[in-house]
């Protein structure tokens, strides 16, 4: 079993940032991806960007340029810098850790955005 704690959400003024943070523990030798979703209210859940244990990553469109993941393996921890948010950009973040067999999901951390 893998854990994931989420930090680092709040309620932002569009145009600022705000990194939020994720640390797992557990049988994290399993885990290759780790990354990030997002899901508004009414709306599927969404990938935001995700990173493998090599650095290789995959952003959604609407962040590109914008949003940054990172990882730091020695602390078992993914990061998601978001720069210049926006109204759209409210939601629930959610981290995710992918082994071959299942995605482990934090409890989520609500960013929202006021224009």
């Known amino acids: 079993q893998v854990r994931l704690v989420e930090s680092g959400g709040g309620l932002v003024q569009a145009g600022v940032s705000l990194r939020l943070s994720c640390a797992a523990s557990g049988s994290i030798f399993s885990i290759d991806v780790m990354g990030w979703y997002r899901q508004a209210p009414g709306n599927q859940r969404e990938l935001v960007a995700i990173?493998?244990?090599?650095?290789?990553?995959n952003y959604a469109d609407s962040v590109k340029g914008r949003f940054a993941v990172s990882r730091d393996n020695a602390k078992n921890t993914v990061y998601l810098q978001m720069n210049s948010l926006n109204a759209e950009d409210t939601a629930v973040y959610y981290c995710?850790?992918?082994?071959?067999?299942?995605?482990?999901w934090g409890q989520g951390t609500q960013v929202t955005v006021s224009s």
């Open positions: 995710v850790a992918r082994s071959l067999t299942r995605d482990y």
């Open positions: 990173i493998t244990r090599g650095g290789s990553t």
